[in-house]
């Protein structure tokens, strides 16, 4: 039930645009992103709650395809304070209530 | 600021000891979780929470048990540690309504 993310790692320059993707065998009802620094906390991002809904924070927005239940994180003009490893959140429309963590993908931002 | 804290950040236990991993928030969340993660690798869902008096196992299977006895507190408990339990633990909350998780700082526990 586990959402599958791609690439797992990905080394940007400083100002270089990057796209994570999401992918659920489920049918889902919302797609949560979550960022988790070395050593620190999972950070929620945002919440994608529509198909077909885009919302950003900062340079870094979201889109989230219901029908094909995929998400995606686009990051542009990336900073190094993006370096982390981004998870995206899966809520699906059976079973609990709860979110099914993907795999994680490993950005690193270097000068 | 998320107020969820964990204790003990760091924790190296011999093998065949109990031990309680704390989680409390003061946000007045109803929901609760505890997350388990090795490094660099995804979160697994070991426990949950609807409220008080409520706990539900997660997805991957845990010997730790759970109890949520005030809505603020969530402890976890392993009663016979072993080596294969070494991993970070990871706490969090959720308002009513939405999934929106605020993670504590987690638990980095090692069995020796």
């Known amino acids: 039930q586990q959402p599958v993310q791609s690439p797992q790692a990905v080394i940007l320059r400083e100002g270089e645009d990057a796209v994570i993707n999401c992918s659920s065998s489920?049918?889902?009802?919302?797609v949560h992103w979550y960022r988790q620094k070395h050593g620190e906390a999972p950070v929620f991002l945002m919440i994608?709650?529509?198909?077909?809904e885009q919302k950003g924070h900062e340079k870094i927005s979201a889109s989230f395809n219901e029908k094909k239940q995929q998400s995606s994180l686009y990051l542009t003009a990336s900073q190094l304070s993006y370096s982390g490893t981004y998870f995206c959140?899966?809520?699906?429309?059976?079973?609990?209530?709860?979110?099914?963590f993907g795999t994680g993908t490993r950005l690193t931002v270097i000068p | 600021e998320a107020d969820i804290y964990q204790t003990p950040r760091y924790l190296v236990i011999g093998t065949g000891k109990k031990i309680t991993l704390e989680c409390s928030q003061t946000?007045?969340?109803?929901?609760m979780y505890w997350y388990q993660q090795d490094p660099g690798m995804e979160l697994h869902l070991i426990h949950y929470?609807?409220?008080?008096?409520?706990?539900e196992k997660g997805d991957l299977s845990s010997e730790s048990t759970v109890s949520r006895i005030r809505t603020e507190h969530f402890p976890l408990t392993l009663e016979s540690a072993r080596p294969s339990h070494t991993s970070q633990y990871l706490c969090?909350?959720?308002?009513?309504?939405?999934?929106?998780?605020?993670f504590g700082q987690g638990t980095r526990l090692t069995v020796v």
């Open positions: 969090a909350s959720s308002a009513p309504g939405t999934l929106e998780a605020f």
């Open positions: 489920k049918a889902l009802y919302s």
């Open positions: 994608l709650l529509k198909g077909g």
């Open positions: 959140g899966t809520e699906i429309k059976t079973g609990a209530n709860n979110l099914f």
């Open positions: 946000m007045g969340h109803d929901k």
């Open positions: 929470s609807y409220g008080v008096n409520s706990t």
